[in-house]
């Protein structure tokens, strides 16, 4: 899954901070995240993971007395607020991400069980329905937080550090970076979220619309398996119980990586609260 957003190569005094040396070299390992597996979902939780390791290094950059003291200043205030902006930007789409993707399990889950009871076309149909609305609920959500963080990404760097002094530019601009990729991660998982297909000939015309209108369509041969693709596809040839086990079978494969990508959300959401945590904190000093 190819991504338009790559790190900048940034030098940094890692003499002075090796605690920046580290987030670099964490950083160049996640500029490698989208070909790390062979499903989306599965280069996705790759890149999450990264994150996490990322924060780490985050977290001892901003433990650092001298680090602080130079984010402390005063005439730092418009960086500082730029950070802040881009820390709680971040936190919010990782929490609402979480949300979204719990929801979205359980209506996998509802699905299959209707599926596994198969009381008639009928029933099958009236399930296929809730979860249509619920797809077409999470595009449009999925899109209103990739625009946001867009605009985060217009916002960084806004600032200019031309007359800060060279270890303040330092921590200030390897922070950046650090949003830099993790907008990046969080607006491919968004656009994942927001990607279906349009079924070819479906049994039950209220399938067709389970796809959101302009966005990728499902390949027949692709490098990356995309999950919500393939049950899209699944779910518009139901005719015949060979059809019904495929879309079970692919409905089983997309809860996994749903339960997955939960996962590696909840596991990256407190590292996020505790970099947000740590920047208040300086500020205040």
């Not at 040396?21 to 597996?37: A, G, P």
């Not at 780490?56 to 950070?83: F, I, P, T, Y």
């Not at 997955?260 to 947000?276: G, M, T």
Request: proline share 1%; charged share 25%.
């Amino acid at each position: 899954m190819a991504s338009k957003y790559h790190v900048r190569s940034v030098s940094f005094p890692s003499r002075s901070y090796p605690a920046i040396q580290r987030i670099e070299q964490e950083l160049d390992k996640l500029n490698q995240w989208e070909v790390s597996s062979n499903s989306i979902s599965g280069s996705i939780c790759n890149g999450l993971s990264g994150l996490e390791d990322l924060y780490k290094g985050v977290d001892d950059l901003l433990n650092l007395a001298s680090a602080q003291q130079v984010l402390s200043r005063h005439e730092n205030e418009k960086c500082l607020d730029e950070l802040l902006d881009g820390s709680v930007r971040l936190l919010d789409v990782c929490s609402i991400a979480r949300d979204i993707l719990l929801r979205f399990r359980e209506q996998v889950q509802a699905l299959q069980s209707a599926f596994r009871r198969r009381k008639g076309d009928s029933s099958i149909e009236s399930s296929v329905a809730t979860f249509t609305c619920f797809m077409k609920k999470m595009i449009r959500d999925a899109k209103k937080m990739i625009a946001s963080l867009k605009q985060m990404d217009k916002k960084l760097g806004a600032s200019s550090l031309l007359d800060q002094d060279r270890n303040l530019s330092a921590v200030i601009r390897v922070i950046r970076e650090v949003n830099v990729i993790n907008s990046s991660i969080f607006q491919s998982l968004l656009v994942f979220l927001s990607t279906s297909s349009k079924p070819k000939q479906c049994r039950w015309s209220l399938v067709s619309k389970l796809m959101y209108k302009g966005v990728i369509a499902c390949e027949e041969k692709q490098e990356n398996v995309n999950e919500i693709e393939n049950v899209g596809a699944a779910l518009g040839e139901l005719s015949g119980s060979e059809k019904v086990k495929n879309a079970q079978m692919k409905l089983e494969a997309l809860e996994t990586s749903i339960y997955d990508l939960e996962n590696c959300l909840e596991r990256l959401f407190r590292p996020l609260v505790k970099s947000r945590s740590s920047l208040l904190n300086i500020i205040s000093q």
